[in-house]
């Protein structure tokens, strides 16, 4: 049992460039979550989705699109990356969709935009 | 901001000691729930505490919340060497017009445990 995974875990780009960040969990959850963090920042969420085939936008989703690809995946893209873009970026998931349930977050991946 | 905001931001204490931190958040909310995060690493979930909850407990780790102060504390008894990490409270509410619970982060507190 992996939890949630996600791929890369370092990457840097160029201005401009395109990438897609992966993410997978295995604990059979609906809900799964995007967010960034920045250095004395808490996280902040870009997009989440409730179940397969639904997104909803968070906080700062300019510049990302996501697609929940099945139960299991839920991926991030950035389209034209921009410097403001640096950041980790952590997947996590959730097993139901009301008040009180935990996360689950992923590793990180550390992307740096130059 | 519906984010809870952590104070300290950094705590620095010996092994053994008592670590203490805060959490205050500006609406109501459905839970609290406090996460470590260890350096480079992600989010590990400690604990939640339900609005009408006051005290929780779980191993070394006390929670308090007061609603009407809108704020928690996280005590973590005996501290060790381990527990050095990042600390996050989050609130935890469902939105107006959605059916999906959201999680509100604060800035976290920095703690370190010297041995």
């Known amino acids: 049992n992996a939890g949630v995974t996600q791929t890369p875990k370092f990457q840097v780009l160029k201005t401009g460039q395109s990438m897609t960040l992966q993410c997978a969990q295995d604990?059979?959850?609906?809900?799964m979550y995007w967010y960034r963090q920045d250095p004395g920042m808490g996280l902040r969420l870009i997009y989440y989705?409730?179940?397969?085939?639904?997104?909803d936008k968070g906080e700062v989703p300019n510049g990302y699109n996501v697609s929940r690809l099945n139960k299991r995946e839920f991926s991030l893209r950035l389209e034209s990356a921009a410097p403001s873009q640096t950041s980790v970026y952590f997947c996590?998931?959730?097993?139901?969709?009301?008040?009180?349930?935990?996360?689950?977050f992923g590793p990180g991946t550390r992307l740096t935009v130059t | 901001s519906q984010q809870g905001e952590e104070d300290p931001q950094a705590l620095s204490i010996q092994e053994g000691e008592n670590a203490t931190m805060n959490c205050s958040y500006k609406?109501?909310?459905?839970?609290l729930q406090w996460y470590r995060q260890n350096s480079g690493r992600g989010l590990v979930h400690l604990i939640l505490?339900?609005?009408?909850?006051r005290e929780k407990h779980s191993g070394r780790l006390r929670v308090t919340l007061d609603t009407s102060k809108k704020s928690s504390s996280l005590l973590i008894t005996a501290s060790r060497a381990a527990d050095t990490a990042s600390y996050f409270c989050?609130?935890?509410?469902?939105?107006?017009?959605?059916?999906?619970?959201?999680?509100?982060f604060g800035r976290g507190t920095q703690l370190t445990v010297w041995p």
């Open positions: 996590a998931s959730r097993a139901g969709q009301g008040r009180t349930y935990e996360q689950y």
């Open positions: 604990m059979n959850h609906n809900s």
């Open positions: 989705s409730a179940s397969e085939g639904t997104t």
């Open positions: 609406t109501s909310i459905n839970n």
């Open positions: 505490i339900r609005s009408n909850e």
């Open positions: 989050a609130t935890g509410r469902i939105d107006r017009g959605s059916t999906l619970g959201r999680l509100y």
